[in-house]
Nanobody, 120 residues
Framework: QVRLKESGGGSVQGGGSLRLSCAAA?????MGWFRQAPGKEREGVAS????????KYVDSVKGRFTISKDNAKNTLYLQMNNLKPEDTAVYYC????????????????WGQGTQVTVSS
């Protein structure tokens, strides 16, 4: 069982920055961030393999977002810079013990979600 608790969402103007945090209880192999905007399908934003450190990003956030972890705190982060209005969404932390499930967008464990709103 893995429990996830997110924090760090909020409202910011375009070009601004936010950092999301996800504290994990349990030790999944892979963690990631997903987002869902109103009227749109959920999409994977970034993932991080907790064993080998490999990271992946969706093209729309490459160069702006950074996923990282603090092993001592068992916490995942998403640093979001140069935010754009199209980044507005509910962001979800997710985790699984199997890499393919996060890659396929069907991880077993989800956080409650945190709202990110970017104004123009």
């Amino acid at each position: 069982q893995v429990r996830l608790k997110e924090s760090g969402g909020g409202s910011v103007q375009g070009g601004g920055s936010l950092r999301l945090s996800c504290a994990a209880a349990g030790y999944p192999q892979i963690m990631g961030w997903f987002r869902q905007a109103p009227g749109k399908e959920r999409e994977g934003v970034a993932s991080l393999d907790m064993l080998d450190g490999e990271t992946k990003y969706v093209d729309s956030v490459k160069g702006r977002f950074t996923i990282s972890k603090d092993n001592a705190k068992n916490t995942l982060y998403l640093q979001m810079n140069n935010l754009k209005p199209e980044d507005t969404a509910v962001y979800y932390c997710a985790a699984d013990r199997e890499v393919w499930k996060v890659v396929q967008g069907i991880p077993d464990y989800w956080g409650q979600g945190t709202q990110v709103t970017v104004s123009s």
